[in-house]
Each structure stands twice: as structure tokens, then as C-alpha cells.
């Protein structure tokens, strides 16, 4: 059972909440909230997990200023600080999340012991055989920024859309568990606050990678792919890992870029291993 906080406008779930424990805090993709990273949470109980809503989605307050990476990681470095923790925790990041944390750990090692990487962005979006998509998604996502607040919000929440995204990056033959990752998107993927904070993060995903920062994070670190992940090839998570001083890969087989949703429990064991 997650446990709901507040701090300093940040919503934030807690798991195990027990201070003794080793913490994992941890943040979530583009468009989601902390519900996408509830499976893999639930499936380390030897932890106490953070799990905040990042500004502008979720429960969270949008940033005073533009949702650029620089920021995010100025207001993460600010909500790590005030948790007063005993001890430095592991940051985990997934897709959208581990730029974030990859440029946190490049920025303030020393208040980390490892960073965790799942699905991460290690190839630009805006090159390469999904160049394409890519580009269709900034058309989406101008036309959000342009039209009156009311009907960006509708196109931006469409059910249509959300679901040809949804099955887009599902890879998974059980039917149920593709209903449930389409349920999961329909109801968590329109959770932000306007159009203004999409498109700003929006503009941060496609215009920075982890690769940016990857040469310059000296703490242990661990990346999780999926072996048919559309968003980043496995190919360009073998070269993103050659860039860390210090880092492993390790790749689930038959999953995509939604690990979190479609294999948990071998994420979870990965984390385990890794910190262990």
C-alpha cells in the first residue's frame, strides 16, 4: 500500500515506509504520474520508496518557470534535500524520468549512492527510423500549444490517440495485460495541469537524451531496455552504456519501452541485484 505526502507543493507516494530502510526515490516518464512505477515498487519490499508526481503532472503544481530539464533537476534536487534523509538514496529514472535523473546525477553525485536507469532515452528523437513519428508528435503537440486552452486540453486527453500511443509502445500477446496498460494510459496519461506544461516537457524529451550527460555521472549505474524497445533500439542502449565511467546493462527479452507495466517483477529483481 502507497502512502500519500505533500511537500513544498510536490505530491509524493511512499512504500514500505519505514525509515531504516534503504530508499529508492524514483520518477516517472512523460505524461505519467507516480501510478506508472506502482508495479515495480510493489515489488521491492526490502525498501522505502519515494515516488513523486513531477511538476505540472500528476497531483503536482506546475514549475514557475519553463518544465526544461535544468529545472526539473533544480526542483529535484530541492525535494531530495528537504526529505532529510539519514543516508543518500538510490535515484531511479524511467524514459522521460531517467534524463532527468541522469542530469541530477551528473550535477549532485555525491547525494545519490547509485542511479537506475529503465527504458532510457539514449538516442535523439528527432534522428534515426523514428525521426518520423517524432516529427508527427511535434505537429500534435504545436497544434496543443496553439489552439484555445479548452479544445488543446480535449485533443491533447483524446481517447483515440492516448490509445494508438498506448499500442504503439505495448508490446505484450496477453490481452488482459494490454487492456490494463491501455486502462492505465486512458486514466493517468491526461493527468497535467495545461497544455503549456505538455509542450514544455514535450520540447525537454525531444531535445535531450541521456547521452547528453552520461560521461559525466561517476556513480554506479544500472540500465534496464527492453530487447524490442521502439523508442530507444537496443543497439543504441549498447552505446549508451559504453559512455558511463561506471555502469551495467541489463535487457528483458520479448518487452518494449513499458517495462514497468509489462514485467515488474523482473525489473524489480534487477533493482534488487544491483543495489544488493
Known sequence: MSLRHEQNKTIYYTYNDNPKLPVIIMIHGFRGTHHGLDLIAKNLNNYHIIVPDIPGFGETTPLTDEHSIDNYVTWLAKFI???????????LGHSFGSIIASSYASKYPTTITKLILVNPIGAPALKGPKAIMTQLAVA???L??????KPATMLLSAKPIVLV????????????????IHSQHLQHFSSFTNRQVVAEAFKASIHNTVRDTAADVPVPTLLIAGDIDDITPLNKQRELNQMFPDSKLEVISGVGHLTHYETPDAVAKLIDKFIR
Open 144 to 149: 496543443g500549444r496553439k489552439l484555445p486552452e
Open 165 to 180: 500511443m498506448s499500442s504503439a509502445m505495448a508490446k505484450t500477446r496477453n490481452k488482459d495485460l494490454r487492456k490494463f
Open 81 to 91: 534535500k528537504d526529505l532529510n534523509l539519514s543516508t543518500p538514496p538510490v535515484l
Open 140 to 142: 500534435y503537440y504545436w
